[in-house]
């Protein structure tokens, strides 16, 4: 069984689904080059619990869980299995050390999840949990769970952070020819700067040391699945990909850990230099 990667991917507006652009394509690219795995723990930025809480379902259901976007998406079905018994090992991990955790028999996979899936393993063919995150905890205890589950890769599993590198919507432009905001470039290069020098300690008081980093997440929920990945990363730098930004101001860099070695053509043209 090899050693799983672990994939950190900015998931942007659910309708990324019916538009993929040069996000898509990286998704669709990383999932053909990495190893499959046995399965998918994923962790969505739009789960969130009081403490950690993991979808133990055989069924998990496809949530629509947002409103406004083309009708097109609300039919679109990710039917892959779950993974009850992943749920069981990966709360057990959590309880032991000194983080209860639980599990919910009837938790679907919200957008975060299912739409990044839907491109990086279209069969819907592997068997997928999802972790609900802490949005009221910060960085250092969502860098703590990716540590506690970090062993799952050993086990065949890929961990699956979906979240945002910058989330402000007061970033955001309409227009179709909109270039990438300069505040949101800053705080995304400083991010993979960190990460590529391994510097956590400047990475966890990012609000403070980054620049414009507080108005980059007005809010933290969407970093957070940045930090799981981080822990469960083993301190090791992260290979950047940027495909760019969305509507200006969503900076839609993925970070894979683990997979020093992977090579593909078609990921080219995502590595950022």
């Not at 669709?28 to 809480?53: E, M």
């Not at 057990?92 to 919910?104: C, E, M, R």
């Not at 999802?130 to 949005?135: D, G, N, R, S, V």
Request: net charge negative; proline share 10%.
């Amino acid at each position: 069984m090899s050693r799983q990667p672990v994939l950190f991917v900015s998931h942007g507006a659910p309708d990324l689904l019916l538009q993929p652009g040069a996000t898509g394509r990286l998704w669709q690219a990383l999932g053909l080059a990495l190893p499959r795995p046995t399965a998918i723990l994923a962790v969505s930025a739009h789960w969130g619990s009081r403490q950690p809480r993991l979808g133990s379902t055989a069924r998990p259901a496809t949530l629509h869980d947002f409103s406004g976007f083309p009708e097109a998406l609300y039919s679109c079905q990710y039917p892959a299995p779950g993974a009850p018994e992943l749920a069981g090992r990966a709360a057990a991990l959590l309880t032991a050390a000194g983080i209860p955790a639980t599990t919910d028999p009837e938790r679907g996979l919200d957008h975060g999840a299912w739409v990044p899936l839907s491109l990086l393993h279209p069969a819907a063919d592997i068997p997928v949990c999802q972790l609900a995150l802490q949005p009221a905890a910060g960085p250092a205890w969502h860098l703590e769970l990716g540590r506690v589950l970090a062993p799952l890769r050993e086990e065949g599993v890929l961990l699956l952070a979906s979240g945002a590198l910058t989330h402000n919507f007061g970033w955001l432009s309409w227009s179709p020819t909109a270039t990438p905001y300069g505040p949101a470039e800053a705080f995304a290069d400083w991010v993979g700067e960190r990460l590529a020098r391994n510097e956590t300690a400047a990475l966890l008081d990012y609000r403070r040391s980054a620049p414009h980093g507080a108005e980059a997440h007005p809010s933290e929920e969407h970093l957070h699945p940045l930090f799981v990945a981080l822990g469960a990363g083993a301190d090791t730098p992260p290979r950047r990909f940027s495909p760019g930004f969305s509507h200006g101001g969503l900076a839609m860099d993925a970070y894979l850990w683990g997979a020093d070695a992977l090579e593909s053509d078609h990921l080219k043209e995502f590595a950022h230099v």
